[in-house]
């Protein structure tokens, strides 16, 4: 199995969040570790949980600090412990612009409501105070705006008759403690999941000028023209066996440059079955070392290779100077 990601997971009580992570990480397939636990309060009962369990902690309480200070703080404890991706678990602290960033796509919260609804704080009072059939909890990916970002996934939990808030949170706590380790599972995971990869092509080749998808033999394709005359200047390759299971097959100038880079990175570049000598390349996308801008460049490459002279005399003219 690959190395396993590291994670931090910031605290603030309880940590019971914190302790269903601790525990899924102790199986041997989970491909992810636990590798700090950190809390503004010291007194968190997570914290001694997770001395318990032989994991580093770090405490820091936030008092007499400006919110920049003390997550800078929590950032240089994080980057040693030498994590990857940070978790928050029940941190019921805002975080500053700056520290968002720093951690942008790898940073994830759980949040006691099915988001967009419900931000915030009695998340479980205005549900059942807004007569909802169904609660629940939500993943999501941390962006400056509170409780807002992508979301990873959610779990719907019934709202009984005789539910009051701690009824209802009690039993959304369950299914939070469901639904963290698996999503973590599966988003430390993403790069390798085709389906994923599949995305980052498709925006990227989408975001291209006249641009539209169509399938080329079971396979998703990228066309520039219209729907009638457009030329394909990308494919995505998947095998289900064989070694080279992902892949995105674009346009080089001609067999030289087709050879020079497979002899150049010959891991990274191979020549397609089935497209002769025509000079187009494949690039594999499943070595989990994927450059989405370097993809991003061969998309663009691809796409003026082919796109008709009247989208592509614009940067012919750039080019000149
Ligand atoms: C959890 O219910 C979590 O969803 C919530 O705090 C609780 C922490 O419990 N988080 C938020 O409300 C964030 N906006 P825990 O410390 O036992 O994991």
């Known amino acids: 199995m690959a190395e396993k990601a590291r994670v931090a997971i910031l605290i603030s009580g309880r940590g019971s969040n914190m302790a269903a992570l601790v525990y899924a990480a102790k199986a041997g397939d989970c491909p992810y570790e636990i590798v700090l636990v950190a809390s503004n309060d010291p007194a968190a009962p997570g914290l001694a949980l997770a001395e318990a369990e032989a994991i580093a902690t770090c405490a820091h309480p936030h008092k007499g600090l400006t919110r920049e200070a003390h997550d800078q703080i929590m950032h240089d404890a994080i980057v040693r412990s030498g ?26 919260n759980i949040h006691p409501s099915l988001l967009p609804k419900y931000k915030g704080l009695d998340t479980y009072q205005r549900a059942l105070d807004a007569g909802d059939r169904v609660a629940g909890c939500s993943v999501h990916l941390v962006t400056p705006q509170l409780d807002d970002g992508p979301i990873l996934a959610q779990t719907e939990v019934a709202i009984l008759p005789g539910d009051d808030a701690d009824s209802l949170a009690s039993r959304i706590l369950i299914a939070e403690h469901q639904l963290y380790p698996a999503t973590l599972a599966r988003y430390v995971t993403r790069e390798a999941d085709p389906e994923w990869i599949l995305d980052q092509v498709r925006k990227r080749a989408l975001a291209l000028e006249e641009t539209h998808e169509r399938e080329s033999f079971g396979s998703p394709g990228w066309r520039v023209g219209s729907e009638k005359t457009g030329k394909y200047f990308a494919y995505f390759t998947q095998k ?14 001609g067999l030289d440059e087709q050879a020079a880079l497979i002899d150049a990175d010959p891991e990274l570049y191979y020549a397609p079955k089935f497209y002769g000598k025509s000079g187009w390349i494949a690039i594999r996308l499943d070595l989990g070392r994927t450059d989405w801008d370097h993809i991003a460049d061969w998309l663009a490459k691809s796409w003026r290779l082919v796109a008709p002279k009247r989208l592509t005399r614009m940067i012919d003219i750039a080019d000149q100077f």
């Open 83 to 108: 994590a990857e991706y940070v978790v928050l678990a029940g941190y019921m602290r805002i975080l500053s612009d700056g520290f968002v960033q720093k951690w942008a796509d790898r940073m994830v």
């Open 240 to 253: 289900l066996h064989g070694e080279a299971s992902v892949g995105l097959l674009v346009k080089t100038s």
